[in-house]
């Protein structure tokens, strides 16, 4: 999750460059090295990139003390601009193969409801986000409302010029999550398709860059995870592991092989939120946790259709209009029991419970829970 990385930046000038920054170095920057256009071009770009990265640091200090502050706003929104996609992963059921972009106006509307609920990180994915024809307004709009402006992407369509695009309509975060080392029947995202656009985003972005890889959910070879996040630090890039359900959306536990990965590449990421997760710690081992899903109220997943659903694996509740949320639908279900919880992996839900884990105990009963009423999909093992 974005607002758990507080000051450490991913992208650091070395002492050799911030010294002919800021005080010149005449000596060196008089050989003809260091008057070409395009050193100092590198020079300027570099600049831009860790000043970015600073003034970002302090937006997400700034969302976490809102956040501990006051629980009656949304810390996190994803929301989908397109729920086609350009690929057809085995394990996905969030995207489809036909539906149309949402129309700008539409998203444009719905960005403005969240900011007026207040909500402080909103993340753009699908189906593919950038398949939508207007991205860059929407991400511009985010970045008007003062809201920090994330994107989930499978990577395929990013160029050199898309992302200096992206640089300029203001997006500050961008994840990936690649399977495996080449591609298969499960996923087309692999390294060897992407590694070209992991280095377009190292020489070009001024966004922070997150390479999520993945165990679990019928990835067939687990130590792909340790090439992925070895390439990724390589290249300057955060780097993370998550745990994937199947196309089912059931978690199976990690096996033996899969278990060992994950924790090689925690210890990869020491210095990144992915440590943060326990949550993803006991899934590994096959148990279940015990904490209060803010969903609904912290966390927010609007579909393409506007509603708002508790996340991207329990499409259908509360399943309100975006429009007709209010404070009272975020607090009844800050306080709402959700019975899928205890076998959850959805790791925003993970994340944005951290803020509020030590405080209100949840009162209402949840779909689970009332008779009657419709049931979640609880993921359990199997």
């Not at 070409?36 to 990139?49: K, V």
């Not at 656009?197 to 165990?215: D, G, M």
């Not at 997943?301 to 659903?309: I, N």
Request: net charge positive; glycine share 6%.
């Amino acid at each position: 999750m974005l607002f758990i990385r507080l000051i450490e930046s991913p992208f650091k000038l070395s002492k050799y460059t911030t010294r002919r920054l800021l005080l010149g170095n005449s000596a060196n920057l008089c050989s003809n090295e260091g008057t070409s256009q395009d050193t100092m071009a590198d020079l300027g770009f570099r600049f831009r990139r860790s000043w970015t990265a600073m003034h970002r640091r302090s937006r997400e200090l700034m969302m976490i003390l809102k956040g501990l502050a006051s629980t009656d706003h949304p810390i996190l929104a994803h929301i989908i601009p397109i729920r086609r996609c350009n690929l057809s992963c085995a394990y996905c059921n969030e995207y489809d193969e036909v539906s149309k972009p949402v129309p700008l106006s539409v998203m444009l509307e719905r960005i403005d409801r969240l900011a007026h609920l207040g909500t402080t990180i909103v993340t753009l994915s699908g189906g593919e986000p950038l398949l939508h024809p207007e991205l860059d307004e929407i991400i511009a709009r985010i970045r008007k409302h003062g809201i920090i402006a994330g994107m989930i992407t499978n990577g395929y369509l990013l160029t050199a010029d898309r992302i200096r695009r992206l640089n300029q309509a203001g997006l500050e975060h961008l994840q990936i999550s690649i399977d495996n080392v080449t591609p298969d029947d499960v996923s087309k995202k692999s390294l060897k398709v992407l590694d070209k656009k992991l280095q377009l985003l190292s020489e070009h972005a001024e966004f922070h860059i997150n390479i999520n890889s993945v165990v679990g959910g019928g990835i067939r070879n687990p130590k792909d995870a340790l090439e992925v996040g070895r390439r990724a630090v390589e290249l300057g890039l955060t780097s993370t592991i998550g745990i994937i359900h199947d196309s089912t959306g059931q978690l199976r536990p990690l096996s033996e092989p899969e278990r060992d990965v994950y924790l090689r590449m925690k210890r990869m990421a020491k210095r990144s939120y992915a440590q943060l997760n326990f949550f993803q710690d006991n899934i590994a081992h096959g148990r279940a946790n015990d904490w209060r899903c803010r969903s609904g109220a912290r966390y927010l997943y609007v579909c393409e259709d506007g509603l708002v659903h508790y996340c991207s694996q329990q499409r259908g509740y509360p399943a309100k209009p975006l429009a007709q949320y209010t404070v009272d639908d975020i607090r009844r279900e800050y306080l709402t029991v959700k019975g899928c919880a205890p076998r959850c992996t959805v790791a925003c839900s993970h994340y944005t419970a951290y803020m509020d884990f030590w405080r209100d105990p949840q009162t209402i009963l949840g779909p689970a829970e009332s008779e009657g009423s419709p049931q979640l999909v609880q993921l359990e093992t199997r």
